[in-house]
């Protein structure tokens, strides 16, 4: 009996190269197709690279490319990379790591790539209208590393849920410049502007109060750890003690 024709012929060309390619798309739970949001897939379940799979997410989110999937994706990849931190996986044991930037090197500390990632997180879940979320960590990075363009967004946050004396209290202190930022002038021109489109104040209580104790104390904590710390010591150095109970709250 002759062979059937090379297109019927499992693994064959035709069907059956479709058939392989629709299996690795169920596997690998990929979606398929070549735009900016299946490529962060890719990244994220099949090369395991998560910072370029945020990368690839931007992309999808600023050009129209299923945005709702990519903004919960991003926030889950920008979850597990803050675990890998407060594990002491992501730097590998020390406080710096070497970062590129327009064809530059220059050092990334576990301070700054913390509230970078804070900071991207909060604006995942403010475009998901998640005020509460968003608020919490935002209030984290500041706690981290302030920055005028992050108080901003958590101004705005409060904004959003009707607690104006806490957005003008936040907004003030860009105004008067108490917090830097990579373009400062921007960020008090922002701060003008939400200052201006408030009401009249409300207060609503917060469930994420965070006084300045608490704040000062947290950064006293990280300078000690950070002055102390030798490469002789673990792996796990203190200071991601003092960030695991961030890392329960960011486990769901």
């Known amino acids: 009996m002759a062979a059937p024709p090379p297109s019927k012929r499992r693994g064959g060309g035709g069907g059956g190269g479709v058939e392989k390619k629709d299996l690795f798309h169920v596997v690998h739970k990929v979606p398929a197709g070549d735009s900016p949001y299946v490529r962060a897939k890719h990244l994220q379940l099949v090369e395991k690279d998560a910072e370029a799979s945020i990368v690839w997410f931007w992309k999808a989110i600023n050009s129209g490319d299923r945005v709702d999937s990519a903004l919960k994706d991003m926030a889950v990849v920008m979850k597990q990379k803050l675990k890998m931190i407060c594990l002491g996986e992501a730097f590998n044991g020390k406080i710096t790591k070497t970062a590129r930037s327009h064809g530059k090197k220059f050092q990334v ?4 790539e913390m509230s970078r990632i804070l900071g991207n997180l909060g604006w995942a879940y403010m475009q998901q209208n998640n005020y509460e979320a968003a608020e919490l960590v935002y209030r984290k990075a500041q706690t981290i590393v302030p920055d005028a363009n992050r108080a901003c967004n958590l101004g705005l946050c409060l904004i959003k849920q ?3 004396q806490e957005a003008v209290q936040v907004l ?24 201006s489109e408030l009401g009249p104040t409300t ?13 000062e104390e947290i950064m006293e904590r990280l300078d000690l750890v950070m002055n102390e710390w030798t490469p002789f010591r673990s792996r796990r150095l203190p200071v991601f003690e003092e960030l695991d109970a961030f890392r329960d709250q960011m486990a769901c």
Do not use: C, M
């Not at 207060?203 to 704040?215: E, Q, R, Y």
């Open 172 to 195: 003030e202190d860009v105004l008067l410049r108490r917090i830097s930022g990579l373009d400062d002038d921007k960020a008090v021109a922002r701060a003008e502007q939400l200052l």
């Open 203 to 215: 207060h609503v209580s917060s469930p994420f109060d965070i006084g300045l104790s608490f704040t």
């Open 109 to 112: 500390s576990i301070q700054q």
């Open 162 to 164: 009707g607690r104006h």
